[in-house]
């Protein structure tokens, strides 16, 4: 089974501090997606990786920056937290290989982020 | 730029009933694939079901299945003999073309509640 793993389930930083959310997945797939999900508001896309070291911006990039330096592992990196970055975080991993693309995303369990 | 749109936030539904969950898109794409993805309460986000859009064939997975109208653009979830396991915010996602490169746009989420 895939699997896409988040470091931390709940973190809990003070306003201006640097957060970095990690997530690893092991099924050597090369896109990998960071989503914020609020209610009301469903999944938006932050940051999206194509391959190692290549990346896109989503819809609401600002506030955010990523790393993909290795192909199993993509870094979500806050440079200084503000209390409207209080969220749900969700990693995303996907096979570009596939024959037809089967889009099929798996998910990590969520980061929940509070910025006091 | 597509949408997606789910225009009930919350339903619930009466263990062994039959429920649908609606979702309309807009898009210019010919090609182009729905999903519903779940997610149960503090688990992680699962696919639910897939629909290319090329196959006029509605896709079901057991219990699940959609009905599909390309025409009218709308792709709703059907539920049949609803489990309290079902209870989840439920995804209604798009992605245009080939999973290769390609990101997902998710609408706003429907909490379903099913009822003993």
């Known amino acids: 089974d895939v699997k896409v793993t988040q470091s931390s389930r709940y973190l809990v930083k003070r306003t201006g501090e640097k957060v970095f959310l990690e997530c690893v997945q092991d099924?050597?797939?090369?896109?990998m997606f960071w989503y914020r999900q609020d209610p009301g508001l469903g999944l938006r896309l932050i940051y999206f990786?194509?391959?190692?070291?290549?990346?896109e911006k989503g819809d609401i990039p600002e506030g955010y920056s990523v790393s993909r330096e290795k192909k199993e592992r993509f870094s979500l990196i806050l440079e200084s937290a503000s209390t409207n970055q209080t969220s749900m975080y969700l990693c995303?991993?996907?096979?570009?290989?596939?024959?037809?693309?089967?889009?099929?995303?798996?998910f990590g369990e969520g980061s929940r982020l509070t910025v006091l | 730029a597509q949408t997606v749109t789910q225009s009930q936030p919350e339903m619930s539904v009466q263990e062994a009933e039959t429920v649908t969950l609606s979702c309309t898109y807009d898009?210019?794409?010919?090609?182009?694939?729905l999903f519903w993805y779940k997610q149960p309460p503090s688990r992680q986000m699962i696919l639910v079901i897939r629909?290319?859009?090329?196959?006029?064939q509605n896709a079901t997975e057991n219990r699940f299945s959609v009905n599909f109208q390309k025409a009218a653009k709308s792709f709703s979830l059907k539920i049949s003999d609803s489990q309290l396991g079902d209870t989840a915010m439920y995804f209604c996602?798009?992605?245009?073309?080939?999973?290769?490169?390609?990101?997902?746009?998710f609408g706003k989420g429907t909490k379903l509640t099913v009822n003993p």
């Open positions: 898009t210019s794409e010919s090609n182009y694939y």
């Open positions: 996602a798009f992605m245009k073309g080939q999973g290769g490169s390609e990101k997902l746009v």
């Open positions: 990786s194509y391959d190692v070291k290549m990346k």
């Open positions: 099924m050597d797939h090369e896109n």
């Open positions: 995303a991993s996907r096979s570009a290989r596939l024959a037809g693309g089967s889009g099929e995303l798996f």
């Open positions: 629909q290319e859009a090329y196959k006029q």
